[in-house]
T-cell receptor, first 110, second 112 residues
């Protein structure tokens, strides 16, 4: 079983839609959870960083962690064409083992 | 701050050639990493370093070498390039264990 599972998509939504991106994981020791956005031919860019369970909001982005279900989500409100990218989840415990999902490709259609 | 910078942006190598991918960060991060990204395969850790003079293998270290003589620089060396090393290589840094990683723009490598 993979440490982190992420649906690759692709996901295509109209502009203004609410987008939900998800990852599941198997290791209950994970405590730090991240979402990265990667535009085509660019490096991953950190979007959200959360510790343990709960929600974190930053503008149109909300990260949600449910440790009991081993499930994390990223919500994008009022999606824009500029949100079109691949979104990677990542997680770690306090060690050097850092696990990435394979990424979900999102296209927001004007 | 420039963050994490990588050179070159793109390179074509012939089988058996060698090259060094450069990575520099100006955030005074102790931890630095090299990843490769292949389509549909996610990011795989090649090597990492927890400080100057200290390096360790990641998930896919074969065919690569690293050194860390300064806090800022973490070059990745490819010896005897093989087609399987065709990939996009990303350098990253973080402040500490568990810290968020900041990535460079990547080096695209094609081995023919």
């Amino acid at each position: 079983q993979k440490e982190v599972e992420q649906d690759p998509g692709p996901l295509s939504v109209p502009e203004g839609a609410i987008v939900s991106l998800n990852c599941t994981y198997s290791n209950s020791a994970f405590q730090y959870f991240m979402w990265y956005r990667q535009y085509s031919r660019k490096g991953p860019e950190l979007l959200m960083y959360t510790y343990s369970s709960g929600n974190k909001e930053d503008g149109r982005f909300t990260a949600q962690v449910d440790k009991s279900s081993k499930y994390i989500s990223l919500f994008i409100r009022d999606s824009q064409p500029s949100d079109s990218a691949t979104y990677l989840c990542a997680m770690t415990n306090t060690g050097n083992q850092f696990y990435f999902g394979t990424g979900t490709s999102l296209t927001v259609i004007p | 701050n420039a963050g994490v910078t990588q050179t070159p942006k793109f390179r074509i190598l012939k089988i058996g050639q060698s090259m060094t991918l450069q990575c520099t960060q100006d955030m005074n991060h102790n931890y630095m990493y090299w990843y490769r990204q292949d389509p549909g395969m996610g990011l795989k850790l090649i090597y990492y370093s927890v400080g100057a003079g200290i390096t360790d293998k990641g998930e896919v270290p074969n065919g690569y070498n690293v050194s860390r003589s300064t806090t800022e620089d973490f070059p990745l060396r490819l010896e005897l390039a093989a087609p399987s090393q065709t990939s996009v290589y990303f350098c990253a840094s973080s402040l500490g264990v568990g810290g968020a990683k900041y990535f460079g723009p990547g080096t695209r490598l094609l081995v023919l």
